[in-house]
């Protein structure tokens, strides 16, 4: 045990280490949104041209996160989750010394590099330490913490943004960075396991054209900034390289990301369930500051403290989750409550001048609220069916879908504005120009039910504390 701690205190300690990487990841995509229209400004472009620097870090994230699991299985996982801290520092670093967009997006890359190790990494090394029974209990550990990044983001960055300048609001992550380094090299214990099959060399190469083909052509469709023709270049590349991935994936005995996960249940729906749910929420984060600055004229400090509040409302929600899951169970709250959370995200349409900014903070602290419980439910019903030797396969697969699907909703949030001011043949972008991009985002949320639909009424029982079906017929007739 590390550190000489008792159970009970290595069961907390731990996920509150990793939570300490997610606290800075999660805080720093906070602060970046709500800094966006003044970094426009200072850079000399868009708003909706910086969607670059936002979907360029999450890209970064989905390419190198498939190589994630294999290098914590060779060079070990405390190894890896202490170099991406240091990594991602530096890329902060960068991000703080930018003068062009340009450079701004190769930092934001760097960054991204950092983060593809740092995060799965740091799951990996929760789902591998904790029993399986105490599983959602430490992901709410891990959660918890890092809900405070998004808490004290968006004002933080909004303060720092209005009174000082946003290249400070990197600067937070090196401290922050630097603590994380000094717990993980105490407390986190070196986790032994089999030496990995060879590097999926081909994979990885044909997995991150896919990947970043597809989902950068899709953030640059619209914008002036890239040439039509070399954005219809990167879709085509993508396509084929992610065909060409799956019938590779099927020729290879030890595939980079493995494809047979999906023959899995809980598996399955946690994946393509949560795609469409983050799908529309991962637009939120992006469309919400610059609504706030741009269709109400507030400043990043005053815009911050309204979006704050749906943080602030997932962590009414993080005590809660345990007992909840144990109650209904995964299926009656995944298939319900993405319904409830997309209609709280659709409901942001309705932000018009003459609305009282109560009833907007009302809307995004009970979405958070609802939101919260979704995302807990989804990231643990993955784990359901997984045997100990494939955690870190599903743990990377599962990752890259994460970001995938975020830097796709921030490409279809800002898609839809496009076009709403391409019919409407406006070029600058006001208040009501937001609207359609709210209810496309929330319908997309709500289609994520369909999939959960599908789950069997004990799924994930085990997890959730309750007892299945099966188990519960064989007692009756034990009794009897």
Sequence with gaps: MPGNLPPNSYNRIVPLIV?????????DSTVISTSLPAIAQALGTNPLALKLAVTSYLLALAIFIPASGWTADRFGARNIFRIAIAVFVLGSIGCALSQSLEQLVLARIVQGAGGAMMTPVGRLIVVRSIDKTMLVNAMA??????????ICGPPLGGFITTYASWHWIFIINVPIGLIGLILASRYIPHIHTEPPPRFDFIGFVLSGLGIGGLAFGLSTMGLEYL????????????????TAYIVHAGRTPSPILDLRLFKLQTFRASIFGGFFFRLGIGALPFLLPLLLQIGF???PFQSGLITFTGALGSMFMKAAVTRVLRYFGYRTVLVYNALISAAFLAACASFVPGMPFA??????????????????????????EIEPGLVSKATTL?????QLALSTGVAVGALVVEFTLWAKHEAAMGVYDFSPAFLVIGALAASASLIFLRLGPDAGAELAGRKSATSATAEERTST
Aim: hydrophobic share 65%.
């Design 19 to 27: 939570a300490f990487a997610l606290f800075m990841e999660n805080m």
């Design 359 to 384: 009833a907007m903070i009302a809307i995004l602290l009970s979405g958070g609220f609802f939101r919260s419980l979704q995302f807990t439910s989804v990231n643990t019903i993955a784990y359901a």
């Design 141 to 150: 550990w891990v959660t918890i913490p890092a809900l405070i990044g998004p």
């Design 297 to 299: 004229d507030l400043t």
């Design 398 to 402: 599962m990752a890259v879908a994460q």
């Design 227 to 242: 040439p039509v023709t070399f954005v219809a270049v990167l879709l085509g590349v993508g396509a084929v390289a992610a």
